[in-house]
């Protein structure tokens, strides 16, 4: 879909395809309806963008706290969204050794208890090594920075989501 045609999508249609760019919060895509017509794709995300940075710490909590554990339940439960699950298995997180599974788990709890939200990373960026080891170094931030650190990766989270949804705009368009 190119943004033209994002921008004729009725408010039902927009939420059916954008409300999970954000994971789970279709709050986010319904809010950010009313901001149309957007003239681009990058728009678009800087809307959502301006959102989230205009919420509060605990929306910015709240979006956090929404999303699944990385190698969690969810996963082997299948119960994961459409999204989160491909992206989990694009970074290889289906096919941890029992050794890595039991390490994910024991430090996402530490992760959560610590901070009080669990942790968040773009997988598409990542694999299953490079998210072990951010996953350590994350727990020793300070709060505040952390919190600031994991909402950047839900919006590169967002950015991959939209680019699988929209076509860019090309640069020599008449
Ligand atoms: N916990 C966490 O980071 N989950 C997210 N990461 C990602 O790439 N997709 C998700 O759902």
């Known amino acids: 879909m190119d943004i033209g045609s994002v921008n004729y999508l009725p408010y039902e249609e927009f939420v059916d395809v954008f409300g999970n760019v954000v994971e789970k919060c279709p709050l986010i895509t319904a809010a950010v309806w009313s901001r149309r017509p957007f003239s681009s794709l990058a728009d678009l995300e800087a809307s959502i963008n301006d959102f989230i940075d205009a919420l509060t710490e605990s929306g910015k909590e709240g979006i956090l706290r929404v999303h699944p554990d990385l190698t969690g339940r969810d996963l082997q439960s299948g119960t994961l969204t459409r999204e989160s699950r ?38 598409r960026m990542n694999n299953k090594a490079t998210i072990l080891r951010q996953l350590e170094e994350r727990l020793r931030n300070e709060r505040t920075i952390e919190r600031a650190c994991a909402i950047d990766e839900v919006k590169k989270i967002c950015h991959l989501r939209l680019q699988g949804l929209v076509v860019p705009e090309t640069s020599n368009k008449l």
């Open 86 to 123: 491909e992206e989990q298995v694009q970074a290889g997180l289906d096919t941890l050794t029992t050794a890595e599974v039991s390490r994910m788990a024991r430090l996402n709890t530490e992760y959560k208890d610590h901070f009080g939200f669990p942790f968040v990373i773009c997988a």
